[in-house]
T-cell receptor, first 115, second 109 residues
Framework: EAQVTQNPRYLITVTGKKLTVTCSQN?????MSWYRQDPGLGLRQIYY???????DKGDVPEGYKVSRKEKRNFPLILESPSPNQTSLYFC??????????????FGQGTRLTVV | RKEVEQDPGPFNVPEGATVAFNCTYS??????FFWYRQDCRKEPKLLMS???SGNEDGRFTAQLNRASQYISLLIRDSKLSDSATYLC??????????FGRGTSLIVHP
């Protein structure tokens, strides 16, 4: 089954404790992306990757890091989480190089709370 | 000016009603256009692509107006199960998908 898998689905952590949210897709997609979703603000892009070892900042990259060492995986790293990073996070992938020409498939989301 | 703008709603309509949403975009060089549906706290899922000639999928019709830079979604004979948030997606150069904030639809009995 074609899917994007995020883990964990729910996470409560403390300020400053490094964490990683994993994202994996089994569709051989080149384009992957991370979004955060907050009430009233919609989906905001954090980082995206057009291919292995190619990543770029989205609209709200501060406080986040990503890596793309393999085509299928695109982890999101919070080196020192802060309460303003409490949010619902989605990973997405798409087959088109820029991500915009074809359907985006989303993971089920990770609800992160930083206390 | 935001790249993609949508009326957040909520649109509150009775079952059986016809409802329409618009989405405007600022970059005339935008190419692909889509409507996604998102249920509460779940991941967005593609509802339909939007083509210049217009396209229909059952009760749903999508239109693109390049001259006025907007796309629309028409839902006929609304069902309770249509209650969701509808996200407009546009791809301005460099063709990274850009999401609108979504329009909330509530269909009541």
């Amino acid at each position: 089954e074609a899917q994007v898998t995020q883990n964990p689905r729910y996470l409560i952590t403390v300020t400053g404790k490094k964490l990683t949210v994993t994202c994996s897709q089994n569709m051989n997609h080149e384009y992957m992306s991370w979004y955060r979703q907050d009430p009233g603000l919609g989906l905001r892009q954090i980082y995206y990757s057009m291919n292995v070892e190619v990543t770029d900042k989205g609209d709200v990259p501060e406080g986040y890091k990503v890596s793309r060492k393999e085509k299928r995986n695109f982890p999101l790293i919070l080196e020192s989480p802060s309460p303003n990073q409490t949010s619902l996070y989605f990973c997405a992938s798409s087959s088109s190089p820029g991500g915009g020409g074809t359907e985006a498939f989303f993971g089920q989301g990770t609800r992160l709370t930083v206390v | 000016r935001k790249e993609v703008e949508q009326d957040p709603g909520p649109f509150n309509v009775p079952e059986g009603a016809t409802v329409a949403f618009n989405c405007t975009y600022s970059n005339s060089a935008s190419q692909s256009f889509f409507w996604y549906r998102q249920d509460c706290r779940k991941e967005p899922k593609l509802l339909m692509s939007v083509y210049s000639s217009g396209n229909e999928d059952g009760r749903f019709t999508a239109q693109l107006n390049r001259a006025s830079q907007y796309i629309s979604l028409l839902i006929r004979d609304s069902k309770l199960s249509d209650s969701a948030t509808y996200l407009c997606v546009v791809t301005p150069p460099p063709y990274i998908p850009t999401f609108g904030r979504g329009t909330s639809l509530i269909v009541h009995p």
